[in-house]
C-alpha cells in the first residue's frame, strides 16, 4: 500500500511538472482533488471545471496555481486517487523552505512519550510543523481523541483528507496565539509555537508577554484540565531573559507546576543554531523540576540533522533552588549539583570574588580597521588555546584618547565574551598599544593579589569550564556578562603558591612546546631523507 501511494505521488509530481513549480503541487492536487469530490457524478467541461476550482482557490486562501484553463484542466482529466497527503504536505513544507519550523522525528518522539494512560484528550497544535509523524502518532493511541490545529484553510483540508474517516480526530482551524482560540481543555498539549514572530500589538493587555511564543505558551496553559500537561518547545530565553518574560516565568511557578526543563541539542531544528527547551507544564504547585540535556547522537557535522539523541544530564530541583538562582538557567542548577563542583565547594580552601581581586572590562567596539594603523586589536580569533597570535592581530589607526581606557597591559586575562568555545590568553606588552574588541572580556588581576597564569589555569580547568558556562547566556549565540563574571568564586591561595602553580605551568608547557618542535624536527627531517630519489 505504502509503495502504491508512494508512486502515485511521484506520478502527480512528474505530472505537474512543466506545469506549475514544484511548490505550487500540493495546491493544485489538493484543488483538484476537491472540486472532483464537489462533483462526484458531473462530467465537468473545462470551463466549468475551472471555474469551480477557482472559486474553491479563494475558499483555501491560495493563489491559483495553473497557467491558463487549459493547463489545469489537463491535470484535471489525468488525476485519478489521492496520494499520500501527509507525505505530500511534508514535501511541499520543505519546497516552501518552512523545513525549519518541522519537528524532527526524534523530537517528535520525545514529545509524543508523554501520551500516556492519562492522556484521553490530546491537542496537537499547529499539527503541520509534526508531519510526517503526525498520523503515525495518532495511528499509535486509538484510544485517545485528538484535536489538531492550524490557521491555513490549506492545511485544515490537507488534515481533513489525511483524518478521512477517524473518529477520534478533530480538525480545528484556530489560532493558538489568539485568547479563547478553542472552547476546550485537553490532558495534553503538543506545542512547538512560532518563535521570534510578530509580537501583539502594544494595547493587547490579555497575556503578561508579547512575543509569539510567550502568548502561546500562556494561551495553551489556559486549556489544560485539571490533570493536564503541556509540552511545549521554547527558545532558550524563556530561561534568562527579564522583564516580561521574568514576569511569565514567576506567574507559571505560582499558578502551576513546572515539571521539567530540557535543554536539546544545539541546532535540532535544521540549519538552525538556536538554542531550544522542552519544557512540561502542568496543573498543580512546583515543588521539584527534572532538568535535563540532551545530546546528539552520531551526527556527523555540527548542522547535520539530529537523527538520534541521549539524555546527557539528568537531575532535579527543588522550588527553592530556582528562586535563589532567580530564572530557569539549569546550568547553573547542574553546575552546582555537580561532584566536582559540590567538592570544590566543601573544601575548606580559601575562595574570593573575582571582581574583588581584579578588574574586568569588555573591549572596545570597533567599526574601521586599517592595514596600516599602529594600534593592534584583538578579537576572539587571535586567543588561541595556550596563548595568543600576534601576527594575525587587526591593526587601528586611533586617536590616542579614544583608546586610552582600553589599552592591554602586561598580564591581562582574555576570553571571549560570545560564542561557545571557553578558552583564554594571558596578553603579553607588544612593541605596539593593543585593545581587545567588544567581543573579548578583559579580566586585569591585582598583580598584588592574584596571578594572571594562575586565574587562566582556574578557568580552562574542568570546574572553571563549568563555572564560567553556569554564567553563559543566550539563544542562537552564547554570551557572557562581564558583570557576571565579578560574582565568579576563585580559588584563592596565597600569591606566592599561586607563582609557584604558575611557574611550574610555564615550565612544563616550554617544555611540551620544545618536545613538540624537536619532534616535528626529526619528522620533516626523516621525510626529506626518505623522499631523496
Not at 519544557?279 to 521539584?288: I, K, N, S
Request: hydrophobic content about 40%; glycine content about 6%.
Amino acid at each position: 500500500m505504502a509503495n502504491k501511494m508512494e508512486d502515485r505521488l511521484w506520478a502527480y509530481l512528474n505530472m505537474f511538472r512543466g506545469i506549475m513549480k514544484p511548490a505550487q503541487m500540493l495546491e493544485g492536487t489538493l484543488l483538484i482533488t476537491e472540486v472532483k469530490a464537489a462533483n462526484p457524478d458531473k462530467d465537468l467541461d473545462r470551463d466549468s471545471a475551472y471555474e469551480a476550482m477557482l472559486v474553491l482557490a479563494d475558499k483555501l486562501q491560495v493563489r491559483n496555481p495553473f497557467a491558463d484553463p487549459d493547463a489545469f484542466f489537463q491535470a484535471y482529466q489525468q488525476i485519478d486517487g489521492e496520494p499520500d497527503w501527509e507525505d505530500m504536505m511534508y514535501r511541499y513544507l520543505g519546497m516552501e523552505g518552512f523545513y525549519m519550523i518541522l519537528t524532527p522525528t526524534v523530537l517528535m518522539k520525545e514529545m509524543a512519550s508523554r501520551i500516556g494512560d492519562n492522556s484521553k484528550k490530546v491537542m496537537i497544535a499547529e499539527g503541520e510543523k509534526f508531519v510526517p509523524n503526525l498520523k503515525a502518532t495518532v495511528d499509535e493511541h486509538p484510544n485517545c481523541t485528538f484535536t489538531v490545529t492550524t490557521q491555513s484553510p490549506l492545511y485544515e483540508t490537507v488534515f481533513r483528507r489525511i483524518f478521512s474517516g477517524y473518529d477520534n480526530v478533530t480538525v480545528a482551524n484556530s489560532s493558538i496565539y489568539q485568547y479563547g482560540f478553542l472552547d476546550e481543555q485537553f490532558d495534553l498539549i503538543l506545542s512547538v509555537p512560532n518563535f521570534a514572530g510578530r509580537a501583539l500589538a502594544e494595547d493587547d493587555t490579555n497575556f503578561i508577554c508579547r512575543d509569539t511564543e510567550m502568548v502561546a505558551l500562556e494561551n495553551l496553559l489556559l486549556h489544560l484540565s485539571s490533570s493536564g500537561e503541556l509540552v511545549i518547545v521554547m527558545p532558550g530565553k524563556i530561561t534568562f531573559a527579564s522583564g516580561r518574560v521574568n514576569d511569565l516565568r514567576e506567574f507559571i511557578m505560582q499558578m502551576y507546576k513546572l515539571e521539567e526543563i530540557s535543554e536539546l541539542p544545539e541546532g535540532i531544528f535544521q540549519n538552525t543554531g538556536i538554542k531550544t527547551y522542552l519544557l512540561v507544564v502542568g496543573a498543580g504547585r512546583t515543588e521539584d523540576v527534572v532538568i535535563r540535556k540532551y545530546s546528539a547522537v552520531g551526527r556527523k557535522t555540527k548542522r547535520g540533522p539530529v537523527k538520534e539523541m541521549e539524555i546527557s544530564a539528568d537531575s532535579f530541583a527543588m522550588l527553592e533552588e530556582f528562586e535563589e538562582i532567580g530564572d530557569w538557567n539549569i546550568d547553573k542548577l547542574l553546575t552546582q549539583q555537580d561532584e566536582e563542583f559540590m567538592k570544590y565547594q566543601a573544601s575548606d580552601m580559601r575562595k574570593t570574588l573575582l571582581g574583588d581581586v581584579a578588574e574586568i572590562f569588555r573591549g572596545k567596539a570597533v567599526s574601521k580597521k586599517q592595514e596600516t594603523g599602529s594600534i593592534g586589536v584583538v578579537n576572539i580569533s587571535n586567543i588561541g588555546q595556550y596563548e595568543l597570535d600576534y601576527e594575525t592581530l587587526d591593526k587601528l589607526d586611533e586617536e590616542d584618547r579614544k583608546v586610552a581606557n582600553y589599552i592591554l597591559k602586561e598580564g591581562d586575562v582574555l576570553l571571549p565574551a560570545r560564542g561557545t568555545a571557553i578558552r583564554t590568553a594571558v596578553f603579553h606588552e607588544q612593541l605596539y598599544p593593543c585593545i581587545a574588541s567588544a567581543n573579548v572580556i578583559v579580566i586585569r588581576p591585582n598583580p598584588k593579589m592574584l596571578d594572571s597564569t594562575y586565574l587562566k589555569i582556574f578557568i580552562d580547568s574542568p570546574i572553571g569550564n563549568s563555572m564560567i558556562s553556569s554564567l553563559q547566556q543566550g539563544m542562537t549565540v552564547m554570551n557572557i556578562s562581564y558583570k557576571d563574571l565579578k560574582m565568579l568564586e576563585i580559588p584563592f591561595p596565597v600569591l606566592e603558591e599561586q607563582q609557584r602553580i604558575s611557574k611550574q605551568y610555564t615550565d612544563s608547557y616550554k617544555e611540551y612546546i620544545d618536545s613538540v618542535s624537536a619532534a616535528e624536527k626529526r619528522w620533516r627531517e626523516t621525510l626529506s631523507k626518505l623522499q631523496t630519489f
